[in-house]
């Protein structure tokens, strides 16, 4: 079936350390998978990070990039260098290109802590 | 700015209880959804709505049912509440199409206890 997979449920970075979130997917019954980023901080709703509908382009907001890899099928989160702000639950997402109904398939998010 | 309202924001109840979720959004956005998220299991799709009175089946439907009543207002509906549905549950709305960004409310935490 289709589905996205976070390995890590939390990660500890020390500010000004770089960060790298792993994702990746599987699209057996998705012709064009199209990839976003996602962001919940405390208290809030989840906003958009950042998205990708092409194979091979990178997606970029906040510092924050990620390149849809399709050979690998991954979509990996990095930041060079991350802020006591960035705190917050990161949630990979999944749709299908070739649909309209905007329906997503979510990782089960990776909680980012990050220290001062 | 984009806007999706949930309320309440918290909710207890008992077991075999009637419970009443809204959701309003003031984005005009034909696309509506309900998830829940739960440890371990990510969001899940429960019901989704593409318009006033239209109604589609999620992923994890079963226990719930959901009315769209106008273009802004959508609503879940748990008509006899067990602790398996306590949980985090999200609203969103959107345009429609896979391209399109979700817009989120800021959650309703139910407890069935």
């Known amino acids: 079936g289709d589905s996205v997979t976070q390995t890590e449920g939390q990660v500890t970075v020390s500010e000004s350390k770089s960060l790298i979130i792993n994702c990746t997917y599987s699209?057996?019954?998705?012709?064009?998978?199209?990839l976003f980023w996602y962001v919940r901080y405390p208290g809030e709703g989840l906003q958009l990070l950042l998205k990708?509908?092409?194979?091979?382009q990178k997606g970029s907001s906040r510092g924050f990039e990620a390149t849809y890899n399709k050979e690998a099928t991954s979509f990996h989160l990095q930041k060079a260098s991350v802020q006591e702000s960035d705190s917050a639950v990161y949630y990979c997402?999944?749709?299908?290109?070739?649909?309209?109904?905007?329906?997503?398939?979510f990782g089960l998010g990776t909680t980012l802590q990050v220290q001062p | 700015e984009a806007a999706v309202t949930q309320s309440p924001r918290n909710k207890v109840t008992v077991t075999g209880g009637n419970v009443t979720l809204s959701c309003r959004q003031t984005?005009?956005?034909?696309?509506m959804y309900w998830y829940r998220q739960d440890t371990g299991h990510g969001l899940r799709l429960i019901h989704y709505?593409?318009?006033?009175?239209?109604?589609q089946i999620g992923d994890v439907p079963d226990g719930y049912k959901a009315t769209r009543t106008t273009q802004e207002d959508f609503f879940l509906l748990l008509e006899l509440a067990s602790p398996s549905q306590t949980s985090l549950y999200f609203c969103?709305?959107?345009?429609?199409?896979?391209?399109?960004?979700?817009?989120f409310g800021a959650g309703t935490r139910l407890s069935v206890l």
């Open positions: 969103a709305s959107s345009p429609g199409s896979s391209q399109n960004t979700l817009y």
């Open positions: 699209a057996t019954s998705i012709g064009y998978p199209n």
């Open positions: 990708v509908i092409t194979a091979g």
């Open positions: 997402a999944l749709s299908d290109g070739s649909g309209n109904t905007g329906k997503l398939i």
């Open positions: 984005n005009s956005h034909n696309y």
């Open positions: 709505s593409y318009g006033a009175g239209n109604l």
